[in-house]
């Protein structure tokens, strides 16, 4: 007795969704690293690079680069607003214009590198 098929499609909208979550978690992970250290010459390179390989690494999916860029884009404009003691931790500085600037460039390429989807013998 046969089960019938299975349903792929369910199967592959949870596993998108799952590694959505994941690359969001790495994404504000790494973006918390990067405006952490961003003052530093050193740290500045480092989070650049780092950002800037995990948008190579990761596919043009909806769940891969938009994601990533998404949650840095959430980090720095988190840090944009006063902490309690009424200083910034990203500084008015060129460091701190760079570090806001890679946001918008990550946004940019995780815009420009997802491509539409094929259509499939259903959407033929």
Not at 15 to 35: F, K, P, R
């Amino acid at each position: 007795m046969s089960a019938g098929p299975v349903n792929s499609g369910g199967t592959n909208r949870a596993l998108g969704a799952a590694a959505a979550i994941l690359v969001l978690v790495v994404a504000l992970l790494s973006a918390t690293a990067a405006v952490l250290v961003h003052g530093h010459a050193w740290g500045l390179v480092l989070g650049w690079l780092a950002g800037a390989a995990a948008l190579w690494a990761l596919p043009s999916t909806w769940w891969g680069r938009p994601v990533f860029a998404f949650g840095w884009i959430l980090v720095l404009l988190r840090v944009l607003f006063p902490r309690p003691e009424g200083d910034f931790l990203v500084a008015g500085d060129l460091s701190g214009y760079l570090l806001l600037a890679s946001g918008l460039v990550f946004t940019v390429v995780a815009a420009l590198g997802v491509r539409p989807g094929r259509g499939g013998p259903a959407r033929r």
